[in-house]
Nanobody
Framework: QVQLVESGGGLVQPGGSLKLSCLLS????????TGWFRQVPGKEREGVSG????????FYSASVKGRFTISRDKVKNMMYLQMTDLKPEDSAVYYC??????????????????WGQGTQVSVSS
């Protein structure tokens, strides 16, 4: 059974940086498409970024493109989200997600089978 555990959230000032990590256990990272989502109370879960060994270019939402970078370390079975130039509107619970690799990226929560428990990111002065 695949399990995902996020870490690295916290409180940061506007303009600051944070790096989120996600450990995948119970499977091999390369066998999965993985992504980052975020959610604030009262809103739908939003796709932030996605990455797949079968797709050259990762996906980024328009609101984070140029500020966030997604990466994976298949040796460690880890996925990361480096977040820079953080803004108050980036505040949310961030989730990592995984789905079986099919050679494409998935942008919507309904496409993912496995989810982490979430980690809070708060951007405030």
């Amino acid at each position: 059974q695949v399990q995902l555990v996020e870490s690295g959230g916290g409180l940061v000032q506007p303009g600051g940086s944070l790096k989120l990590s996600c450990l995948l256990s119970g499977g091999v990272l390369d066998d999965y498409v993985t992504g980052w989502f975020r959610q604030v109370p009262g809103k739908e879960r939003e796709g932030v970024s996605g990455i797949s060994r079968g797709v050259v270019a990762p996906f980024y939402s328009a609101s984070v493109k140029g500020r966030f970078t997604i990466s994976r370390d298949k040796v460690k079975n880890m996925m990361y989200l480096q977040m820079t130039d953080l803004k108050p509107e980036d505040s949310a619970v961030y989730y990592c997600a995984a789905a079986p690799e099919r050679g494409m990226l998935y942008r919507y929560p309904s496409s993912y089978h496995y989810w982490g428990q979430g980690t809070q990111v708060s951007v405030s002065s």
